[in-house]
């Protein structure tokens, strides 16, 4: 399903009209985009918590979107940065020590370091919508913090450089409410993928889980993008296009035992390049009171802990970064602190395994269909998804065969020698291999791969 | 096209038509302000390296700015963070040691946390712009790496809480050139001031110096908003309103020697919430190429070495951050690491010293200047500079007072008893003080505090 | 067994007789102690690495011990600190990010802080045996560098708070060979505890694994003293007393999916006493080479992978420190970093388990074991364990009691109410509980409690 | 004169006897040096402060030192480490932000990184002396927090490696009182110098101020062995041998305009090995109650004000540390933090200045003093400093010649040729240059190169 199409709105009509009318270069223009705020989603995380409240949004057309988490009033943060290409805003600010109640938002986006002004962008909303201002004479602090990190949504899994902006990060904070928290692939989460370490490359997306144990609330939020795979809680590899020859439903402990003699068929500087950028990025909420110190230490313990469930974790190649946050509501009837931590990170494990959305299948191909020469003829042509990525759709005995013709693959369409795509319908090609690889052609000239939540569309 | 070049009668004038038709309101809405880059600077500073490019914007209703340093190609960074409430954008990823190449731009701005969207919106501006990209396949860094800090200059310093926005930031990166930097009160600096624990409130502003010794470069710049004053080589107060009884010219060393006795008589209340939030923000910048390890030695050593020229420096109220650059452009005929940054220290020491502006003097009451009454009648009325700076002319006896009657004092007019206003010609009028503090009525229906280059003006 | 008796050297006789002809003081007096060097273990683990070469010590009558490693040449170190109450030397030093082989030896020791004397300890003897001096002079580093860490092994484990002191350190650092390492209870391991958390109070110890890919060599190893209890690769709890009703063979998560309502019967206040000081100390070498960044980096990654053996880890109550150490012997046919890191991570899970000793059992008593009166008689008495644990034995109608009279309590013998002591041969009697407490009298007027590897022993 | 004849105790004699009946070899090993404690000092800081006891010991044959600072209850601290090459125990702990008191002891030392043993030493003192203990279970903590850094003042300062060593660190802090701190060359101090960036090499040592601000105490200390040189208030440089055509008195601001010009003719190579190993260690202490991160940002705010005092302060080439310790005996009437740093910060400066000693001058040669050669030819012979400085003094035409015949140049007397020595009076040469260079041939068969407070004696 195109998202284009599913809008009626005048603005909407507005873009496709430009699309149609204009190149492919008008739809992947940051202004041209359209910010889709807290859209539906399947699954859901609910939570009891006036105080928090979320908002998602997205532009449909990378895909790719932001996360916002606004407190109602100033809370405590502490920041545990540990990964190899972190993106952050206010970090060192974080790590003074202050016991001050500061902190008013945490955003997560994608679009890596480009994702920043979604940080930023959500403090001056704040400021503009007269919430917070730069008064240095109130006795509390008023001045908006916005703090937030990215992810690398880029490289190989999707055909466009779309990042997340200040148009997309306000809409979304102004619309956070709270009470819901959707699953998997929305907001930051939108294009988050995992298990490029092993050849992977399951989607993730964004995780959440809540819990409640007496007057204590935990919440913790995980945006999964890591160069490890996800592991659930009997060690099993929770999401990942398997390997060839591996076992059916792999332990994560059989894997790495075998590791890396088990990669040996591939292509390590391909998949270097292509897995290099990773990012897990979290938030650790508590209503319990806790002096910076203890928050610090709640931050580090439940970072480790996700080493768990992320199997490998804060790899040279991983930026990650987690967010404390005390609300301070509840000053009696607490944990002590290793405990809260211990039970945090149960919390935090179920909120990375709740990222995990259904992973697309591959088609299957249509042995008998018979396609003629003169519908495929017109199938055929140049179709562009961005600047950087087009495929060169031709003809060869009544085979379709498909050429990248940018500067970059097009998934497992190569540049050097075109691919042969197998029918699947009448508008629907396969291309087999260890990944889906769906291409469904769409009148008026549009070529949209792997049709659904992920979809990349390109237009002649 | 050059902004500045737009416009041929005199600025104030545009923007006073542009005014009068709307309200306050308007003029201190951020999407209603109007970008002024690269305005024409009394003094500059000239240097010669190609790879640095430099801009500065501002929005005079402010007044606030910003400062962009662009690398042409990518450099080395390090950053030595030390203040108390310092207020950065990736921060931590410099401190991680890597050896690349990786910084394009570094921006320094006003407006508190709010203005770090300057720096998101200039990495945004450099892969809008098609410079750089996500490209996660390239072999060398391609992704933009904008980082920055920025100046507390709301408070007690201006009437409104305008900040450098993502539009003045790209406007002035696109319009940054290379060999001019110019002095004072301009780009970041805007609305700087310094020594404030000393009651000193003098203007500063940025500053620069270059220096070539050999075949090495080296460039100093420095945004001074420092809780300490600035001194200079022989230990006098470069720049400060003196106390009562403070000696002519004071030394220092003097001024320290009785210090906090010579503070007896003021409100250390009032004056700690005026003067509790500053930060001076640095960048040194060499062609000699270092190793990461001496390049964050060099940061350290130039931002502790500031403590000379900025007394006291890097205090709890002070969120000091200094960038230390490396263009790699020099590998032979270099200096030791120790030498370097000796030298580099008193560049910029020249700096600090260069970013001080004339400061306004009090004007002269005219003691037989008569003024009629229906004249000084039509003068009354209440001026609101902002949602929060209001003040009441009233009429007395053909003697005018003010009254501020918004949420803060404006300027020595206080809230609780109106202030006499002291003519000085047909419509300027003072109010003595430590400080000068001027007041002028202009048709129709202005009132401009202090004119000339920090004026603040209301509307009736 | 008491292993003052085992040794028939000259010097032991002199401290025998000293103990036997003195008071338990000259016992736990420090300079009374007898060093105990490369003691044969039932476990060890063997590696073909001649540059890299370990000692062990121990003082048997805390126990407690000193575990170092010694590298032939300089090599390069990096530290990853990470838990809520780390020990260290010198280790803001190695996050200076030099590139320069500089380290030395790494030691680790018991004896919570005093424990550091052995790290700087070790840096003199080799300034004092000749191999390093302080010499300015030489081009390449010449001064000792010596890092370490140390664990908590005082507290509710021991009856006295000998710690390892400079001679231990220099004794076991002068003995350190290449080859093999000993597993379990020795070296700074040798009275190390883990799980304290959930009530395990198992015995861990020093644990190490090496392994060989291609040309790569990695060695990890580990002293396990963690709040957290240690988990195998299947998720089972690998060493705990178990707590009442817990299933047999309990799976972590299934505890951890109860917690903590599985601790509603303990004394959380007293459990967290216990349990409050708690370090793992670590350290991965590699003979490949690695940039400054890239040692950081797998210092990072290997120390936070070891969250899934030890769960949990870097609580607030636990000191945790990793080093990792390049010998950089191997610059060519070497794994990309974050292969590297996930190899050397299981290395390190190897190395965890392999620390774990034979757990002591529980005495059974012999229900129909009559003891007459005048025997039991001769066995009543003050004994004395050191300054601040001692145990009064009474007959009380031909049944021992045992009150704990020091100012703390002698493990489940308290202070409040005499202990029965249910008998299990002639000498020997045992307190039931979830942890096994033997007290065996020996001839002359000793009370050994828990005679084997971590025997306490008491003189009358 | 001789510090070892001055003894009259049989422990000296002892040692006396030992050195003459042996070699050199005996006099510089470790254990048959004798710990001078608490010697007499002609200048002395004088401080009323019950809670704050110092000590200072050192072993004259250094001369090298160590300087205990003792508070009788726990204390608050935290830490600025700033420098290239910092050494320092337990330093991460001390930035984890815990609000809880429990310093013992500061100890700063000589000896390079071997002096760390001292820190580790007073740790164990305050065990064995059972002032603490390792008690897991008392509410406060009580285990003994022994921090401290040390500076290097081996290399071309003198001629031996002697070092501070755990017995004598234990003697000093044993020795420990309140009231006194002698300044100068003392303790720590003991043979730091200063200013070898410009070739100054002036002797510097240990500084001290104190001062009250009503109920509000300030105390700093400093050992100022830095690669800059000292300056004063008035900006001159408060201690310096000269470079030639270098202006009288100068002020260290012209040196520096004209740096690294002014440098042209020394050997940079030789000049980086001699000075390239630094550092200055410093406390500052306040009774005033302050929140950790307080504490912490007046230690960074201090250490940073003493680049006005030392000029440059904290390059590569120092390994820069401060501690702030807080008491928190005071909760009332105190200052608001940048105002307490301020004042602290001239505490510091005054510190600084404290530090310096009355430099030796050069001996003026006597030009018509005539020996004969059988006297002369008596004075010849090989004379040893250590195992690597020894000279052999030669008679060539009825005059003496030096020439080093160790791996080490003595001090100006080189390795290559013979160095004419210009008689002074009958048994006292000298040899001209920028440094005062004294030789003194003393019965039997010693030689004291600069006799007074610095001497380096070689036996023949």
Known sequence: MNPIKKHKLPFTLLITTLISSASWAESTKQDALYPRINQKSERNLSYDWPILKVGTGSYEEGPTGVTVFHFERKVNVAVDVRGGGPGTVNAPYMDLGYDMA???????????????EATTAVATALKDDGLRDGD????????????????????????????????????????AKTGIFPLGPHGAGRSAISGGLFGCNAYSGQGGAYREIG??????????????????????????YPG???PQNAAMA????????????????????????????????????????????????VHTSMARGIQPFTTIFDGDVLYAVST?????????????????????WD?????????????IPKSNLQLNKQYLNKLTGKYTFSEFAQVEITNKRNKLYALATGIRD????????????IPVSKNEFMVPGRYPLTLKFETPDQLIINPGKWQQTAYR
């Not at 950028?277 to 938030?283: E, Q, R």
């Open 136 to 175: 240095a004479f109130s006795l509390t602090p008023n001045i908006a913090m916005s703090v937030g990190s990215i992810i690398f949504d880029f490289g190989a899994r999707r055909l466009n450089e779309i990042y997340p902006d200040k148009r997309l990060a306000q809409s979304t904070y102004r619309a």
């Open 351 to 363: 909120a990375i395994l709740s990222s995990i959305p259904e992973q697309p299948k591959a088609a």
């Open 244 to 246: 060839e020859n591996w």
């Open 215 to 240: 007057d204590i609330k935990i919440a913790a939020f995980t945006v999964v993008n890591s160069l490890g795979a996800i592991v659930d809680r009997k060690g099993k590899m929770a999401a990942c």
């Open 254 to 301: 059989e894997v790495l035992a075998k590791y890396p003699d088990n990669l040996d068929n591939w292509d390590e500087q391909k998949q270097q390049q292509a897995s290099s950028k990773n990012t897990t990025i979290s938030l650790i909420v508590t209503n319990q009171k806790l002096s910076q110190a203890e928050l610090k230490r709640l931050a580090t313990q």
């Open 102 to 116: 500061e902190l008013d938002t945490v955003v997560f986006a994608g679009g890596s370091w480009y994702g920043l």
């Open 328 to 348: 301070a509501e509840l000053e009696e009837n607490t944990m002590s602190s290793a405990v809260l931590g211990t039970v945090a990170s149960e919390v935090m």
């Open 410 to 421: 097009v998934f497992a369409i190569g540049r050097t020698s075109a691919t042969e795509l």
